[in-house]
């Protein structure tokens, strides 16, 4: 069973700043790639953001500039710092992680959810 966490949603003015966490736990060898997306009700769940084991990025037109994701392998967690947030930055943001599993009888790349955590910015 492998559980990933999201932490650091909260409600804040426009032009301010969030720091989301998203904290993997379980039976994990190890972490590939790790994602956030985000999604507005009515909508598709959109990538938002992208890092790869060595630390190569990818991010979505909308936020280049503004948010920077990073990860600390040792931890098995990965952050997104959100900065000059926007009211169209609203949404509920899911942290997606390729791993590994550390269980003898699961092979293969194996992927997991987070269960969401609400981002509010007020104009």
């Known amino acids: 069973q492998v559980q990933l966490v999201e932490s650091g949603g909260d409600l804040v003015e426009d032009g301010g700043s969030l720091r989301l966490s998203c904290a993997a736990s379980g039976s994990i060898l190890t972490i590939r790639d790790m994602r956030w997306y985000r999604q507005v009700p009515g909508k598709q769940r959109e990538l938002v953001a992208e890092?790869?084991?060595?630390?190569?990025?990818n991010y979505a037109d909308s936020v280049k500039g503004r948010f920077t994701i990073s990860r600390d392998n040792a931890k098995k967690t990965g952050y997104l710092q959100m900065n000059m947030l926007k009211p169209e930055d609203t949404a509920v943001y899911y942290c997606?992680?390729?791993?590994?599993?550390?269980?003898?009888?699961?092979?293969?790349?194996?992927?997991?959810w987070g269960q969401g955590t609400q981002v509010t910015v007020s104009s």
């Open positions: 997606n992680a390729d791993y590994t599993s550390s269980l003898p009888n699961i092979v293969g790349l194996l992927s997991s």
């Open positions: 890092i790869t084991t060595d630390g190569r990025t």
